[in-house]
């Protein structure tokens, strides 16, 4: 009996080697998946130096192009960042890993203000942890926006779904963001409706909106602005705000004469949350929780919204901030601001194919 129970004992203890073993012995690899112009490269080197794991970082620019890999699968990623409205239902579909807050000792860094807000989409928080948030507003040129109409209705949405506004616009270039899920609620929002609407005879009248102002728009995507926009190719975009900073930011560099700006209109706009999550099937879990732990460091968090101009959900972060960016309103929005801002939930298997034939149809502009 002794000798049967110092056995099992050393069979526990191997297993709990073994253990211990395959997870030192995960490969020095974490493969990162994230939105475009999101992050100081030197962050992943930085990263890389202290932990000697590798990272493999890759970028999209639309929540349904990563949707469709994590849905199918095996997607060979560790950490990706999906929006809230997104990621909630992808937890329903057993898409994500729970977290190991043990292995997350920066979780003490995050900031309840935010954090209290993506329980919405992640009861618990249990899943996921805020990278950043922001608004999805218009990015515009001020030069050609003036010359074109000098009394333009600079901080409303009627500069992009007022026909007879945006019609002024067409010869300078106007893109709008490849997202019907944001800019459906937008229309919506503009009429007056409940940009949240599941109401498929609600979200039906966006379509109209849409339509009356498709002949003006010149391109539907979701990275491309920034560039087109600090190049002075375009004078009017619907962007997130931080994207639109960065245009401001790069045609500032380039001395070109272009002077860009970004506003989220007072009728209210999109507020949304991006938040890093580890698929169930990643192949690198523990390097995951070590990458993220890493982001979640005040110095490195506060680093990363210095450079791209959004905001994050990280309160220790704050005093790391360069002085333009936690002052700016268009980045940390003051409290008047917030009340203007919405967000939105989910849509549910009634009404997401009703937004993807309107915005398909929109885009395509039949
Ligand atoms: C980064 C844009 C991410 C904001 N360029 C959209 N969730």
Redo the contacts with the bound molecule.
């Keep these: 009996m002794k000798h049967l129970f110092r056995g099992a004992a050393l069979a526990f203890a191997g297993l709990a080697l073994l253990a211990a073993c395959s997870d030192s012995e995960e490969d020095k690899v974490v493969n990162v998946y994230n ?4 992050i100081d490269e030197d962050i992943l080197k930085e990263f890389e130096k202290e932990t000697g794991i590798k990272v493999v970082y890759d970028v999209f ?1 639309s ?1 349904d192009v990563l949707e469709t890999k994590l849905l199918a699968g095996k997607t060979g990623y560790d950490v990706v960042v999906p ?1 809230g409205t997104f990621l909630s239902r992808q937890i329903s579909a057993g898409v994500f890993a729970k977290l190991d807050q043990e292995q997350l000792p920066n979780l003490k860094n995050m900031w309840d203000v935010v954090s209290s807000r993506t329980i919405a989409y992640d009861p618990g928080n249990a899943y996921s942890i805020n990278y ?1 948030w ?1 608004s999805t507003g218009l990015g515009y040129n001020v030069g050609k926006i003036k010359e074109r109409m000098s009394d333009a209705p600079l901080t409303s949405w009627k500069m992009i779904f007022d026909p007879a506004v945006v019609a002024k616009f067409a010869d300078c270039g106007v893109y709008m963001l490849d997202a019907g899920d944001e800019m459906i609620p937008a229309a919506l929002n503009y009429i007056g409706e409940n940009p949240d609407s599941k109401d498929i005879t609600v979200i039906a009248k966006a379509e109209a909106v849409l339509a009356a102002i498709r002949p003006f728009i010149r391109k539907f995507h ?2 491309e602005y ?1 560039d087109a926009l600090a190049n002075g190719d375009i004078c009017l975009a619907v962007g ?1 705000s ?2 639109v900073l960065q245009a401001r930011d790069r045609a500032a560099e380039a001395k070109n004469g272009v002077e860009v700006a970004y506003i989220a209109p007072d009728e209210g706009a999109l507020m ?1 949350f ?1 938040q890093m999550a580890i698929p169930a099937d990643a192949p690198h879990p523990t390097n995951a929780h070590k990458f993220i732990d890493y982001i979640m460091r005040a110095e490195v968090m506060a680093k990363a919204s210095n450079y ?1 101009y ?1 905001a994050n959900g990280n309160l220790a972060s704050q005093k790391h901030l360069n002085e333009d960016v936690i002052t700016d309103p268009a980045i940390y929005p003051t409290p008047a601001a917030l009340k203007t801002l919405y967000t939105t939930t989910p849509y549910d298997l009634k009404s997401q194919p009703v937004v993807t034939r309107i915005w398909t149809k929109v885009k395509s502009g039949q």
Excluded: A, R
């Design positions: 939105w475009s112009d999101y620019d929540n929006s950043m922001g979701s990275s920034i997130w931080g994207d949304w991006d791209v959004f």
